[in-house]
């Protein structure tokens, strides 16, 4: 059986690939888990590249099928469903090292989450994104936790109601992605990216995605007293 999860690392990049194109790279909570550890054990690397083999990215989770003699509590969905992807997230946030996501083809469900908390996501004409679950009678707020501070109010919330695919120019509008690329051309673009990105200063790549961890919340005089602390930290550093 094929690994479904794989990592190697240049020393500069450290690239993780979801690897179940059979099924659509779905996410069970054992690959969820690895994941995670293979976020946080690539901390000394200058970028982390997350991307999937096969035609699309990830079609979402893959979770067993509960069974209807015995209905889970709320225990159960808290230990097998919620946390899970919640501990996946918070790796997301937590990690020093910029991730930048390869996006094509479908990408459902939790995938959208995981797009979305990638610091940098480079996608390719053919890309969709579509939240599903209300049609399953399910809430998608885990998916939303993730996003709600990424979209804007509206698009989210009609994203999840009308659960309609939108294509990657809606999702760069919307604040999903970063930037839109043709099919052809997607690993060439993203390697030319990543390749100015481990050019910069190291400290300098880092210090970006800390600000950007906590400033969009800030009111603005926050967000501007925490660039000058920060500046005036790694510029004194440097003398």
């Known amino acids: 059986m094929p690994t479904p999860i794989l990592s190697e690392s240049d020393g500069n990049v450290a690239t993780v690939t979801l690897n179940r194109p059979e099924i659509g790279n779905r996410l069970t909570n054992d690959m969820a888990a690895t994941l995670a550890m293979m976020i946080d054990s690539a901390r000394d690397a200058r970028v982390i590249v997350l991307k999937s083999a096969g035609n699309d990215f990830c079609l979402g989770r893959d979770l067993p099928h509960p069974d209807p003699a015995k209905p889970p ?16 997230f918070a790796m997301f946030h937590r990690t020093s090292v910029p991730i930048v996501a390869i996006v094509q083809g479908k990408v459902q469900g939790g995938a959208c989450a995981i797009v979305g908390l990638c610091d940098v996501v480079i996608a390719s004409d053919d890309a969709t994104f579509v939240l599903p679950e209300m049609q399953r009678g399910i809430p998608p707020c885990l998916a939303m936790s993730a996003l709600a501070r990424r979209m804007p109010r509206k698009a989210l919330t009609h ?26 051309k997607l690993e ?14 190291d400290m300098s790549v880092r210090t970006v995605k800390e600000y950007m961890r906590s400033a969009p919340e800030l009111e603005p005089q926050a967000a501007a007293d925490l660039a000058s602390n920060i500046m005036a930290t790694v510029l004194s550093s440097r003398r």
């Open 159 to 184: 994203l999840v109601y009308s659960c309609d695919p939108i294509d990657a120019q809606t999702a760069l509008a919307m604040g999903i992605i970063s930037r839109v690329v043709p099919r052809a």
């Open 73 to 88: 509590s709320a225990i159960d969905v808290r230990n097998n469903d919620t946390e899970p992807m919640l501990s996946l």
């Open 188 to 201: 060439a673009e993203a390697k030319a990216f990543i390749d100015k990105l481990t050019g910069y200063s």
